[in-house]
């Protein structure tokens, strides 16, 4: 081998070698880059996130920490987050005001009965419109939009005048029967979200239960009905959150003081922290309660706030998880 050939291989080699090194420090410097972004990515994503849950925290945190100061934290203009003192009394005092152990019956007993029926009748109702044609199919279901999209207030007065002609006033009727039609608070929601639901599902699914000698309710109850469990759990949170922060249509159904509901009680807890010295020195014995620290103030107001909210934050808080998985709609996809 003469000596030009080995010189035109050694420099062949050389230049692969070099472009080899190049290429090596081109990907270590670009992967450096892109992790290096990616790590300010995250982080202004994480600012963003803590900074828009703080904004929807902040109502929570005011009212809790509110709730515990004495009446001394909150006229100090020192005092804005940690109270000097954690005054417990405050959520007794509320409790004693609200009479919180009989109105939180009345409440559950709407709420649970209520929302049982949206969740069977718009579950059956939405499986209808989903899978069967029937005359003036698409126009009841242009109906069902409309009643949700009309306010309640345009019809209250037909609504009262047919439910007094039942004798229902002063009574549950009125806030619980009608769910079990898929009417009611927001049942048109219900209807429209199962509906949507269905569409999903694949009708060979169906077919393969029939031709196991399934009839249609059983098809429905032990084939399609569980596949909704998303969907389910969507309407069961909406409907326990409306039916026990509602106080429009039990204001104008219900007129007895022994029937009335929790949530609307703060009123009085507000009306007892906005009386005159006199009539809260009045309170305060009438509950057994001593002047001095057990005073009716903004605190105490919280207290009740927190008592009323506390019910549905903690379903909520249970029911999170399959709530959010309902709202993205991840499933079993239609054909």
Not at 81 to 102: H, M
Not at 141 to 166: C, H, R
Not at 259 to 287: G, V
């Amino acid at each position: 081998m003469s000596a030009s050939t080995e010189s035109s291989q050694s420099k062949r080699k050389d230049v692969l070698s070099n472009l080899k090194l190049r290429l090596y420090l081109f990907r270590r410097k670009y992967a450096s880059e892109t992790g290096a972004k990616k790590i300010v990515v995250t982080i202004v994503m994480y600012l963003l996130i803590i900074g828009l849950a703080f904004v929807f925290i902040y109502p929570f945190l005011y009212m809790i920490i509110n709730s515990l100061m004495t009446n001394s934290d909150l006229n100090s203009s020192s005092v804005h987050w940690i109270p000097t003192e954690f005054k417990f009394e405050n959520y007794s005092i509320a409790l004693q005001l609200i009479n919180g152990k009989r109105y939180f019956i009345n409440s559950s007993i709407v709420t649970v009965f209520a929302t049982i029926g949206h969740v069977i009748a718009c579950s059956f109702i939405g499986y209808g419109f989903a899978r069967y044609n029937f005359p003036f199919k698409n126009i009841l279901f242009a109906i069902v939009i409309l009643a949700f999209i009309v306010p309640t207030q345009t019809i209250i007065i037909p609504l009262y005048l047919t439910y007094n002609q039942f004798h229902w006033i002063n009574t549950y009727w009125p806030l619980i029967l009608p769910s079990f039609f898929g009417f009611g608070l927001r049942g048109a929601l219900y209807v429209f979200l199962f509906r949507q639901f269905y569409l999903t599902v694949p009708k060979s699914l169906e077919e393969a239960a029939r031709i196991d000698g399934c009839g249609f309710m059983m098809t429905y109850w032990r084939i399609v009905f569980p596949l909704a469990r998303a969907t389910l759990v969507v309407a069961l949170v909406l409907s326990v959150v409306w039916h026990w922060n509602d106080s429009y249509e039990p204001g104008l159904y219900i007129n007895s003081p022994t029937l009335q509901f929790l949530p609307p009680r703060i009123n009085s807890i507000i009306a007892a922290a906005n009386a005159l010295p006199d009539q809260q020195q009045e309170m305060l014995r009438n509950l057994g309660l001593s002047d001095g620290e057990d005073t009716l103030n903004n605190a105490v107001v919280m207290a009740g706030a927190t008592i009323i909210s506390s019910p549905v934050l903690l379903f909520f808080a249970f029911a999170q998880r399959q709530f959010m998985q309902g709202i993205e709609r991840s499933g079993i996809t239609g054909e």
